[in-house]
């Protein structure tokens, strides 16, 4: 079992892809990308920095943030059969672990509000 528990991984670039064309909500901290997966009926996540936002020390940092807060708050309010990206940013690494937490909270919930 990997890392996240019950919650299935995006590994490959086409998954990827594939949450791209789907919804999106941005926060100050965090961007989440959700998308109906009808092949699955689990809640899958994948984790992606930019160079943009610093070297790779700051990258991978900034998705261990991320893969943490995922942890907390995706099985309460992540839909099942949903494939969700989630995008740092340059404030993910400096953020406060609450005010980031916040900010995935309020994307998630908003995510699942908007128009499918």
């Given at each position: 079992?990997?890392?996240?528990?019950?919650?299935?991984?995006?590994?490959?670039?086409?998954?990827?892809?594939?949450v791209r064309?789907?919804?999106?909500?941005?926060?100050?901290?965090?961007?989440?990308?959700?998308?109906?997966?009808?092949?699955?009926?689990?809640?899958?996540?994948?984790?992606?920095?930019?160079?943009?936002?610093?070297?790779?020390?700051?990258?991978?940092?900034?998705?261990?943030?991320?893969?943490?807060?995922?942890?907390?708050?995706?099985?309460?309010?992540?839909?099942?059969?949903?494939?969700?990206?989630?995008?740092?940013?340059?404030?993910?690494?400096?953020?406060?672990?609450?005010?980031?937490?916040?900010?995935?909270?309020?994307?998630?919930?908003?995510?699942?509000?908007?128009?499918?």
């Open positions: 079992m990997n890392k996240l528990g019950k919650l299935g991984l995006l590994k490959k670039r086409s998954e990827f892809l594939f064309d789907g919804r999106y909500q941005a926060q100050r901290g965090v961007v989440i990308q959700a998308r109906k997966n009808p092949e699955h009926n689990v809640i899958r996540v994948g984790f992606t920095a930019t160079k943009k936002i610093g070297n790779a020390v700051i990258r991978n940092r900034a998705k261990r943030r991320l893969r943490s807060v995922c942890l907390e708050l995706l099985p309460q309010l992540g839909e099942r059969g949903t494939d969700y990206v989630f995008i740092a940013r340059d404030k993910t690494v400096t953020r406060p672990y609450q005010a980031l937490r916040e900010d995935t909270q309020k994307a998630l919930k908003n995510l699942m509000q908007a128009p499918k």
